[in-house]
């Protein structure tokens, strides 16, 4: 069983920026899809971006622009800076790993707001 560590998150000012870091398992970046969703309240999860298995990114439209996943596979971590936060980016993020079935970080809040 693999565990997802994430850090980061708090709260921010709109247009403001936070970075969010999850350390994941040693190799596994190769094997399956690694990277963030998010879940607001009332809503469903959805994905903000992920890296797949080859190493190409998936990036949901309404961040795109703005937040930027990176992976460190020396470090096993996946980073995901978040620029131009608006407070529709208000949510719990959560670390993910497409384990089959998926494993889930515990999730770090983030809050937009003035």
């Known amino acids: 069983q693999i565990q997802l560590v994430e850090s980061g998150g708090g709260l921010v000012q709109p247009g403001g920026s936070l970075r969010l870091s999850c350390t994941v398992p040693?190799?596994?970046?190769?094997?399956?899809?690694v990277g963030w969703y998010r879940q607001a309240p009332g809503k469903q999860r959805e994905l903000v971006a992920v890296?797949?298995?080859?190493?190409?990114?998936i990036t949901d439209d309404s961040v795109k622009g703005r937040f930027t996943i990176s992976r460190d596979l020396a470090k096993s971590t996946v980073d995901l800076q978040m620029n131009s936060l608006k407070p529709e980016d208000t949510a719990k993020y959560h670390c993910y790993a497409d384990t089959q079935p998926g494993t889930w970080g515990q999730g770090t809040q983030v809050t937009v707001s003035s």
């Open positions: 890296f797949n298995s080859a190493g190409d990114t």
């Open positions: 040693p190799n596994i970046f190769s094997i399956y899809t």
